[in-house]
């Protein structure tokens, strides 16, 4: 099945740095890759939509110039956590878009293992 | 609005055969995703339905009817590692993947 890695896979800064994560899908293309959090016993909170070229779009709430979403290649979607502070401590995960033949499409999307972040 | 139903928690025991069910309300459907998650780590994909009827996986099957809204994930021959939280996520009109917010499934022995 499709592969996607993330890196680093645990973050402990101290508050006011920024973080960088990334995202790869190891043996497809992924035209569109998504960035959610989640925070403990909640559900997956999707924060934007990346799209390989052009800009990111965002959820409702979602502050883009705090969280810097860069997906330069077909592989690779990376989110900056700028200035991070205590309250973005959380779970967030990447995952890729897979789009198959016209005979079979589907929008099926496969996970980073997700990389947690703590911010003291 | 957009909204997918799941029970929160469910429990079964060991080697016996749960149902997890799933009802939606979106504006379109392009298809329906159930995805197993462990506590700490982030989802797997477990099936995809878009036309009416069951789909098998080995110990796993998925049953959608698009006309009554509704999904279901079977689980048979349930092991302890099955321990986990079941999400249902539909695709709308607009492509867009609309999430439940998971149920939580907890084998005992």
């Known amino acids: 099945g499709a592969v996607v890695s993330q890196h680093p896979s645990w973050v402990i800064c101290k508050s006011g740095t920024s973080v960088k994560i990334e995202c790869r899908s190891l043996d497809f293309q992924a035209t569109t890759m998504f960035w959610y959090r989640q925070f403990p016993k909640q559900s997956l909170m999707l924060m934007a939509t990346s799209n390989e070229g052009s800009k990111a779009t965002y959820e409702q709430g979602v502050e883009k110039d705090k969280f810097l979403i860069n997906h330069a290649s077909l592989t690779l979607s990376t989110l900056t956590v700028t200035s991070a502070h205590p309250e973005d401590s959380s779970f967030y995960i990447c995952s890729a878009r897979v789009l198959y033949s016209a005979s079979f499409t589907t929008e099926t999307q496969y996970f980073g293992p997700g990389t947690r972040l703590l911010v003291l | ?109």
């Open chain 2, 1 to 109: 609005g957009q909204n997918i139903d799941q029970p929160t928690e469910m429990t079964a025991t060991e080697g016996a055969i749960v149902q997890i069910n799933c009802t939606y309300q979106t504006s379109g459907f392009n298809g329906l995703f159930w995805y197993q998650q462990h506590a700490g780590e982030a989802p797997t994909f477990l099936s995809y339905n878009v036309l009416d009827g069951l789909e098998e996986k080995g110990r796993f099957s998925s049953f959608l009817s698009r006309s009554k809204g509704y999904s279901y994930l079977l689980l048979k021959e349930l092991q302890m590692k099955d321990s986990a939280s079941y999400l249902c996520a539909v695709i709308d009109s607009n492509y867009q993947l609309i999430w439940g917010a998971g149920t939580k499934l907890i084998i005992k022995p």
